[in-house]
């Protein structure tokens, strides 16, 4: 060992009282500088998100629910939270574009055309005013999620049945009315709103499908079975009344547009009816159901219709969190076990049940649900009493 190392290796290990009163050497000014943390310093590590907190700035849950909401305003969060009045826009929307492509068709001179023709042309309407309102109902829960495919397919099935249904109610129904002597001159009224509730009522069957089709779930298909009859009966049976009022609004204003009035009224009309009365099926059908209540899509709801039902940032995902940026494609599944709903993780530890990690727990209603930045609120309608060994992972 050279000289140099072997003296300070002595001064070093012989040390005295004196030599501790004395000032320690100094550190190399670069290796000083590592060593020493500014209080400054400090200022620029970013913060660690506690449990159970969610968004860019890691606000409460709570709180950013408040704010976003207050952001949204009520009309926007209704709508994105109110699965009657989705429906019912849509229905609208979807009844007045049908009237919008027919009516440069339609003609109110009276004609001498045949059966054969009265019935196709029947039909024709039918699947038109069918077929669009079907389209719009189909693409409503894509559009309003921001997944454009599932707009796009549950619209083009809308679309198809809808089409199918319309043309057959439109059949059926002139078939009826002309059995019963409808369309005579000077004709029963009564009987005329009774055909057309009807035949409008077998369209309505028709047009709530697309969905429940999209989703292959047998209650959602239900659902819309039943609402589309009573949307449609209650839209087939306010049309003439409707045409009634129009005609004699037409005279009092000295205009001659009642037909086209009465036309658009009540075909817009039948397309509300239809998406209300199917979106209220839901809502009094519905036995457990998630409502994003802090990130993208505040207020957005999700009725649970399936075992497993699939949660994640894919379209693919029955519930789509698509705004989510870091919610996995397939994130997590809810599956229905009897009573139970039970969440179980499948991203390898990024889901949480009210701030707490899980793996795969039993849902108790008002539970909340962490997935990437969105928290969604469990409710059920009608909550089993659960112990406490279903509430812990498992």
């Known amino acids: 060992m050279p000289e140099d190392n072997q003296e300070n290796e002595e001064e070093i290990l012989d040390i005295s009282a004196e030599d501790l009163q004395e000032p320690l050497p100094s550190v190399e000014s670069d290796q000083q500088e590592m060593l020493v943390i500014e209080p400054e310093d400090l200022d620029e590590v970013p913060d660690v998100p506690p449990v159970g907190t969610i968004g860019p700035s890691y606000a409460p849950v709570d709180e950013t629910?408040?704010?976003?909401?207050?952001?949204?305003?009520?009309?926007?969060?209704?709508?994105?939270?109110?699965?009657?009045?989705q429906m019912g826009l849509a229905g609208g929307v979807g009844g007045f574009l049908s009237w919008l492509i027919q009516e440069p068709f339609i003609t109110d001179a009276a004609t001498n055309s045949g059966m054969v023709r009265v019935l196709l042309e029947m039909a024709g309407?039918?699947?038109?005013?069918?077929?669009?309102?079907?389209?719009?109902?189909?693409?409503?829960?894509?559009?309003?999620?921001?997944?454009?495919?599932?707009?796009?397919?549950?619209?083009?099935?809308?679309?198809?049945?809808?089409?199918?249904?319309?043309?057959?109610?439109?059949?059926?129904?002139?078939?009826?009315?002309?059995?019963?002597?409808?369309?005579a001159p000077g004709g029963n009224l009564i009987l005329q709103i009774a055909i057309r509730a009807f035949a409008w009522g077998v369209v309505g069957v028709f047009v709530g499908l697309g969905?429940?089709?999209?989703?292959?779930?047998?209650?959602?298909?239900?659902?819309?079975?039943?609402?589309?009859?009573?949307?449609?009966?209650?839209?087939?049976?306010?049309?003439?009344?409707?045409?009634?009022?129009?005609?004699?609004?037409?005279?009092?204003?000295?205009?001659?547009i009642q037909g086209e009035l009465s036309r658009m009224v009540g075909m817009t009309v039948m397309g509300i009816c239809a998406g209300v009365a199917i979106g209220m099926v839901e809502e009094m059908r519905k036995e457990a159901w998630l409502t994003i209540v802090a990130g993208p899509l505040t207020g957005k709801q999700f009725i649970i219709y399936?075992?497993?039902?699939?949660?994640?940032s894919s379209p693919k995902a029955d519930?789509?969190?698509?705004?989510?940026?870091?919610?996995?494609?397939?994130?997590?599944?809810?599956?229905i076990d009897g009573n139970r709903y039970?969440?179980?993780?499948?991203?390898?530890?990024?889901?949480?049940?009210?701030?707490?990690?899980?793996t795969r727990q039993a849902l108790r209603g008002g539970d909340n649900i962490q997935i990437g930045q969105t928290v969604l609120q469990y409710?059920?309608?009608?909550?089993?009493?659960?112990?406490?060994?279903?509430?812990?992972?498992?």
Request: net charge positive; with cysteine.
């Open 65 to 85: 629910f408040r704010q976003l909401k207050a952001q949204k305003g009520l009309i926007a969060g209704g709508l994105v939270g109110s699965v009657v009045l």
């Open 125 to 183: 309407f039918g699947a038109v005013l069918g077929g669009i309102i079907g389209l719009a109902l189909g693409s409503v829960e894509g559009i309003v999620s921001w997944v454009w495919e599932k707009a796009v397919i549950g619209g083009l099935l809308g679309l198809a049945i809808g089409a199918v249904g319309g043309a057959l109610g439109g059949l059926l129904g002139q078939v009826v009315y002309g059995m019963m002597g409808g369309g």
């Open 211 to 256: 969905q429940g089709v999209m989703m292959r779930a047998w209650r959602k298909i239900v659902n819309g079975l039943i609402g589309g009859a009573i949307g449609g009966f209650v839209g087939g049976f306010l049309f003439d009344p409707i045409s009634v009022v129009s005609t004699v609004v037409a005279q009092v204003t000295g205009t001659a």
């Open 306 to 312: 399936q075992s497993p039902t699939t949660i994640g």
């Open 319 to 335: 519930i789509c969190l698509a705004k989510d940026t870091i919610a996995a494609a397939q994130h997590a599944t809810v599956e």
């Open 342 to 358: 039970i969440l179980a993780d499948l991203s390898g530890g990024g889901t949480l049940i009210n701030g707490r990690p899980i």
């Open 379 to 394: 409710s059920v309608r009608s909550a089993p009493a659960q112990s406490a060994a279903e509430t812990i992972p498992y």
